[in-house]
């Protein structure tokens, strides 16, 4: 699968100084705060039109909010040939993330018009605003249609211009170059979560690693099932047994040029298809439980950016993948399964399948003697329950390092919030016959999720992300792609570079 398969657009951008009324455009963009009147290149824009833009904006009651905009033909009267006013929101709440959200509607509403787009946002100096806008449209310009036969868009080139006279070519040059990583990488870990289950398959997973690792110059280790075996990965391995496609186990390395400040691993959910295995899904919620391996392809696309980012850390990328279907030979309720750890865990639902094959790679990630452990998994229900769908749970051992995710979160403009590992909570995954059961009571199942995961990560400093919320959005929206949204690239990015 090549990067730009499921985008159809390749994206020219361009700096451009002087007046962006004069310029002949498709369209031209501008932007308003709420509730502050029009700023002066919108009244310019609004008295060549004879008033309409603010005759527009009262009708459609846009007054600046955030998320909203409003498009109109300017039928000749300026240069460009439609004029599309977006919302900022509140003056005081102005910050990067304000401008990438603007640049992803910005990109949505301009998808259906040809020509050029003039961006005369004020974006001031060399401080991530320009980058962040860019990585708005690149984001918001995604589209996941390689299997819609008909009505194939051709492969068009589109002309971006950004009016700026503060940020210079070389500053530009920068801010484009980081927004291009990011978006490529997020828009990558889009295609692989919207690939049907049939192709994304946890061979298919291996093959894409492979690939990366070779381009990217990165270490590949591909564990195969004899390898699991041989290593005491009984978890995964269990998991797979329903399946019969064979499970891997994915090893990249990350090694910066210089001596490492740190070393770090980043851990995935790899199931490609989630039917729940014995404990069968029912129909409604086995549809899209080929997201469910969200995480691992956040883990492919951040060590596929990572060599082009350069940080001073070195990362490893660690990923179970395996298929949790029911067959003769699956794993069952009452299975007890031995990990890579020696830990021993009774299966109560197979359906609970993510933590126990995380339990394998945690594992794993503290022999490697890391400094620090963060995995991402479409974990649980429970979560989405407590969070809904655009928050990711964020849970762990160690403060110090939840409270720097959670700062990487807001640069990328990533919601997580934290929920408690609750110590009288702990007790509902006791088991009677082995070290830890695979499911607690009712109640607190995200919670309960992650403290199973805690029991495999030692005294490493860890932090779990629950995405089975934000990773994928089944209706979509003006500021979301339907399907997959990469949710954790970009935290994940931003930790790494931190
Ligand atoms: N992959 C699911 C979690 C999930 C649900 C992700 C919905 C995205 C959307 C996970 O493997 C699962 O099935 N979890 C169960 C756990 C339960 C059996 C304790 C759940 O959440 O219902
Ligand atoms: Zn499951
Ligand atoms: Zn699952």
């Given at each position: 699968?090549?990067?730009?398969?499921g985008?159809?657009?390749?994206?020219d951008?361009?700096?451009r100084?002087?007046?962006?009324?004069?310029?002949?455009?498709?369209?031209?963009?501008?932007?308003?705060?709420?509730?502050?009147?029009?700023?002066?290149?919108?009244?310019?824009?609004d008295?060549?039109?004879?008033?309409?833009?603010?005759?527009?904006?009262?009708?459609?009651?846009?007054?600046?909010e955030?998320?909203k905009?409003v498009?109109?033909?300017?039928?000749?009267?300026?240069?460009?040939?439609?004029?599309?006013?977006?919302?900022?929101?509140?003056k005081?709440?102005?910050?990067?993330d304000?401008?990438?959200?603007?640049?992803?509607?910005?990109?949505?509403?301009?998808?259906?018009?040809?020509?050029?787009?003039?961006?005369?946002?004020?974006?001031?100096?060399?401080?991530?605003?320009t980058?962040?806008?860019?990585?708005?449209f690149?984001?918001?310009?995604?589209?996941?249609?390689?299997?819609?036969?008909?009505?194939?868009?051709?492969?068009?080139?589109?002309?971006?211009?950004?009016?700026?006279?503060?940020?210079?070519?070389?500053?530009?040059?920068?801010?484009l170059?980081?927004?291009?990583?990011?978006?490529?990488?997020?828009?990558?870990?889009?295609?692989?979560?919207?690939?049907?289950?049939?192709?994304?398959?946890?061979?298919?997973?291996?093959?894409?690693?492979?690939?990366?690792?070779?381009?990217?110059?990165?270490?590949?280790?591909?564990?195969?099932?004899?390898?699991?075996?041989e290593?005491?990965?009984?978890?995964?391995?269990?998991?797979?047994?329903?399946?019969?496609?064979?499970?891997?186990?994915?090893?990249?390395?990350?090694?910066?040029?210089?001596?490492p400040?740190?070393?770090?691993?980043?851990?995935?959910?790899?199931?490609?298809f989630?039917?729940?295995?014995?404990?069968?899904?029912?129909?409604?919620?086995?549809?899209?439980?080929?997201?469910?391996?969200?995480?691992?392809?956040?883990?492919?696309?951040?060590?596929?950016?990572?060599?082009?980012?350069?940080?001073?850390?070195?990362?490893?990328?660690?990923?179970?993948?395996?298929e949790?279907?029911?067959?003769?030979?699956a794993?069952?309720?009452?299975d007890?399964?031995?990990?890579?750890?020696?830990?021993?865990?009774?299966?109560?639902?197979?359906?609970?399948?993510?933590?126990?094959?995380?339990?394998?790679?945690?594992s794993?990630?503290?022999?490697?003697?890391?400094?620090?452990?963060?995995?991402?998994?479409?974990?649980?229900?429970?979560?989405?329950?407590?969070?809904?769908?655009?928050?990711?749970?964020?849970?762990?051992?160690?403060?110090?390092?939840?409270?720097?995710?959670?700062?990487?979160?807001?640069?990328?403009?990533?919601?997580?919030?934290?929920?408690?590992?609750?110590?009288?909570?702990?007790?509902?995954?006791?088991?009677?016959?082995?070290?830890?059961?695979?499911?607690?009571?009712?109640?607190?199942?995200?919670?309960?999720?992650?403290?199973?995961?805690?029991?495999?990560?030692?005294?490493?400093?860890w932090?779990?992300?629950?995405?089975?919320?934000?990773?994928?959005?089944?209706?979509?929206?003006?500021?979301?792609?339907?399907?997959?949204?990469?949710?954790?690239?970009?935290?994940?990015?931003?930790?790494?570079?931190?």
């Open positions: 699968m090549s990067a730009k398969e985008r159809i657009l390749s994206l951008f361009k700096l100084e002087g007046n962006p009324l004069r310029v002949k455009s498709g369209v031209l963009v501008l932007a308003s705060f709420e509730g502050d009147g029009l700023m002066n290149i919108v009244k310019k824009v008295e060549a039109l004879g008033g309409s833009l603010s005759r527009i904006s009262q009708e459609e009651r846009f007054n600046g955030l998320g905009c498009m109109l033909n300017t039928l000749g009267r300026i240069g460009s040939d439609r004029v599309l006013l977006v919302g900022l929101g509140k005081e709440r102005f910050s990067p304000v401008l990438r959200k603007a640049g992803i509607l910005t990109a949505k509403k301009t998808k259906p018009y040809t020509g050029s787009i003039s961006i005369g946002i004020d974006i001031g100096g060399h401080n991530g605003n980058s962040a806008l860019i990585e708005g690149m984001l918001g310009s995604y589209e996941f249609d390689k299997y819609k036969t008909g009505n194939k868009k051709e492969n068009s080139n589109r002309v971006i211009e950004l009016f700026s006279n503060k940020i210079g070519e070389r500053g530009f040059k920068r801010e170059e980081f927004a291009r990583i990011i978006s490529e990488a997020t828009n990558f870990a889009r295609d692989l979560v919207n690939e049907p289950p049939a192709i994304i398959t946890p061979t298919k997973l291996a093959d894409i690693a492979e690939e990366i690792a070779e381009k990217e110059k990165l270490g590949c280790e591909i564990f195969d099932k004899k390898d699991m075996e290593m005491g990965m009984g978890a995964l391995l269990a998991v797979s047994t329903g399946s019969d496609e064979p499970p891997k186990f994915i090893h990249l390395t990350y090694e910066p040029r210089r001596r400040s740190k070393t770090v691993a980043i851990v995935g959910k790899g199931i490609t989630d039917s729940g295995g014995l404990c069968i899904k029912p129909r409604d919620n086995m549809r899209t439980m080929k997201m469910d391996m969200s995480g691992a392809a956040v883990v492919l696309a951040v060590m596929k950016a990572v060599s082009s980012l350069k940080p001073s850390v070195r990362v490893h990328g660690l990923i179970s993948a395996t949790n279907m029911p067959g003769g030979k794993y069952k309720p009452d007890i399964i031995r990990a890579l750890n020696g830990k021993t865990i009774e299966v109560i639902d197979t359906d609970a399948e993510g933590r126990i094959v995380l339990s394998d790679a945690l794993y990630a503290v022999r490697l003697k890391v400094d620090e452990i963060v995995d991402l998994a479409t974990l649980t229900g429970a979560c989405m329950v407590a969070l809904g769908g655009y928050t990711a749970g964020i849970m762990g051992n160690d403060e110090r390092l939840i409270n720097k995710v959670i700062k990487a979160s807001r640069l990328a403009g990533e919601k997580v919030w934290q929920l408690p590992l609750d110590d009288e909570l702990r007790k509902d995954i006791e088991s009677d016959i082995a070290d830890v059961k695979n499911v607690g009571g009712r109640w607190g199942g995200a919670i309960t999720a992650a403290m199973f995961l805690e029991k495999f990560v030692g005294d490493t400093p932090v779990h992300l629950d995405i089975a919320g934000p990773a994928f959005n089944e209706k979509g929206g003006d500021l979301y792609p339907k399907g997959a949204t990469g949710f954790g690239v970009r935290t994940m990015i931003r930790y790494i570079l931190d």
